[in-house]
């Protein structure tokens, strides 16, 4: 249907599917953070552990001491844990993505299109792209601008510092997180929800989700913002091809900035008028290339319920096929419909 709401579901009928389809989303985000937590407490009890081992070796740590391994294990975490997080990204979104995937075609689903990952031209892709960029150039570039400073939350600015000194976590959240979000985020809970209720509140519900799950006030807001966006370039183009484009242009950029930029306000103002220039360019573009949200296709259905299993209408009897062809001529007959196992 043209508004996004599910064919063939009447009102009254939503809420059970609407609390099955709540249901599946906080399953999704259940996976996707725990597959993270297991990941990083993998990675980061190994790294404690044999770090432990070595120091007692090496007789400089007593593990029977209480207080001394709290030092040792604060210690550990606060310089290692920027090291291991690239791997803590790239294990626990992977894992997330593919439990996800397998809930999805266990459910009967086509995963290609429940993850809306259908192609998109090389042009549009393109756009998407540079849509992240401009996006990133000019929104960071305003943040930093004098007197807007209290708009960054100092959590925010800590853990930033920790993340942008690692090129490694700067390939993995140009990579693997924009992956992993927009398909669990864009694909399978937008998807899930679209099947239940309309189309407005299955993007704002599902980008309030992505940006929460970002942790800090700051991070909430800009996220559900840029989950938005992404939403739109899904949503647009009708592949989360095209807005894992838009979200690596997002990160990657964000990454480059604080590594070859400063904050001097002639480059703050390049920054802001030529991201502002590729984003309204790249935006203006991308209309003119996909179709309106408003013809958007309803969402996919579970391939078992494609076919149809076969009733008992859809069989013709061999006498009632030939009664057809004979009173064919009459219009009378035409209208009334035949019981195809009754003689008369």
Avoid at 288 to 306: D, G, K, L
């Amino acid at each position: 249907m043209a508004d996004g709401t599910p064919q063939g579901i009447e009102p009254n009928m939503n809420r059970p599917r609407l609390r099955s389809a709540l249901l599946f989303t906080l399953v999704y985000v259940i996976i996707f953070m725990v597959a993270q937590i297991i990941a990083g407490l993998m990675i980061m009890g190994s790294i404690v552990t044999n770090r432990a081992v070595r120091a007692a070796s090496a007789e400089t740590l007593d593990l029977a001491d209480e207080s001394a391994m709290t030092e040792f294990m604060a210690h550990t975490f606060e310089t290692q844990l920027p090291l291991a997080l690239p791997w803590i990204t790239i294990v626990g979104f992977t894992a997330a993505v593919l439990i996800c995937a397998f809930i999805v075609k266990k459910r009967g689903f086509s995963l290609r299109k429940f993850a809306g990952l259908n192609p998109a031209r090389p042009t549009v892709l393109l756009f998407s792209l540079m849509l992240g960029i401009g996006l990133s150039l000019s929104f960071n570039s305003v943040l930093a601008l004098p007197g807007l400073e209290f708009l960054n939350d100092p959590a925010t600015i800590e853990a930033q510092a920790m993340l942008m000194g690692s090129i490694f976590m700067a390939i993995a959240a140009s990579t693997i997180v924009p992956i992993a979000e927009e398909i669990i985020f864009r694909g399978f809970m937008m998807n899930e929800l679209r099947r239940t209720v309309s189309l407005g509140p299955s993007i704002v519900f599902s980008s309030v989700v992505f940006g929460v799950l970002h942790g800090t006030a700051a991070w909430i807001l800009i996220a559900t913002l840029l989950g938005l966006i992404f939403a739109w370039v899904a949503l647009r183009t009708r592949s989360v091809y095209a807005s894992i484009l838009t979200h690596v242009g997002v990160n990657a950029t964000s990454f480059t900035m604080v590594w070859l930029t400063g904050d001097t306000l002639q480059i703050l103002i390049l920054s802001i008028a030529g991201g502002t220039i590729i984003l309204v360019g790249s935006t203006i573009l991308l209309f003119r290339q996909t179709q309106p949200i408003s013809e958007i296709e309803p969402p996919p259905e579970p391939v078992a319920a494609i076919v149809a299993p076969p009733t008992a209408n859809s069989f013709k009897h061999p006498i009632a096929d030939a009664n057809d062809s004979d009173n064919s001529s009459s219009d009378n007959d035409e209208d009334v419909p035949r019981n195809p196992w009754i003689q008369s």
